[in-house]
């Protein structure tokens, strides 16, 4: 069975610090692996997907995941955060073997950014 | 182009009662996914529909039900109603393969008193 666990609710960060949100997964295959982000009052945002390749993806507003087949593990990631980036993310994953796998979704972190 | 468009926005419902949910997706997308969005559960997937079959179901009552029509539109009916259905149900849509993105709605909350 597919699962991912976001093992943070909440991530607090100074303004221009790096910033980490942490997500492992466990699937039977190989993954698809995604990151969205909530603001208040809005539906999820595709942020950046890995499919194959190079482990470092970038994203969308300077955002990155690394992913890590070993520690079955897909960080996100960005070296300076902005107030801006307060908000909900959510990891994602999808096993590739099967187009009847269902994409699965992290109970999501709350990410907040103080000046 | 248009992005996914879900009605009602808001509704507010008394326990018994039943509620349609709309979904619309974006021009060419035939994959349109429901979830269930609470503070306490996360993002809890409904189903999942591809050219008007289910392709997908989530651990949900059959209370909850869904359909697609051949315009990719998509409905989701909950019927007798619960306190704990209260939630923000988000539809997303996606292109066929497993490796694409899905684009959501604003959502439609529910509230059920």
């Known amino acids: 069975a597919q699962s991912v666990a976001q093992p943070e609710d909440q991530v607090n960060v100074a303004e221009g610090n790096p910033l980490t949100v942490k997500c492992t997964y466990s699937?039977?295959?190989?993954?698809?692996l995604f990151w969205y982000v909530q603001y208040p009052n809005r539906g999820l945002q595709f942020l950046l997907k890995?499919?194959?390749?190079?482990?470092l993806v970038k994203g969308s507003y300077g955002f990155e995941a690394e992913f890590n087949k070993s520690q079955t593990s897909f960080h996100l990631k960005k070296p300076s955060a902005l107030v801006s980036d307060s908000a909900l993310y959510f990891c994602?994953?999808?096993?590739?073997?099967?187009?009847?796998?269902?994409?699965?979704f992290g109970s999501g972190t709350r990410l907040s950014i103080r000046p | 182009k248009a992005g996914v468009t879900q009605t009602p926005r808001y509704l507010i419902k008394t326990r018994g009662q039943q509620v349609t949910l709309s979904c619309s997706p974006i021009?060419?997308?035939?994959?349109v996914s429901w979830y269930q969005q609470t503070p306490g559960q996360g993002l809890q997937f409904l189903f999942e529909?591809?050219?008007?079959?289910?392709?997908n179901k989530g651990n949900f009552p059959g209370r909850f039900s869904g359909r697609q029509f051949s315009n990719s539109r998509s409905e989701m009916n909950v019927s007798t109603l619960e306190l704990g259905d209260s939630a923000l149900y988000l539809c997303?849509?996606?292109?066929?393969?497993?490796?694409?993105?899905?684009?959501f709605g604003a959502g439609t909350r529910l509230s059920v008193l």
């Open positions: 529909y591809f050219s008007e079959t289910q392709r």
């Open positions: 994602a994953v999808r096993d590739r073997g099967s187009s009847a796998s269902k994409i699965i």
């Open positions: 890995y499919i194959t390749g190079d482990n």
């Open positions: 997303a849509s996606s292109l066929e393969t497993t490796q694409n993105i899905q684009y």
């Open positions: 699937v039977s295959g190989n993954p698809y």
């Open positions: 021009s060419g997308h035939r994959s």
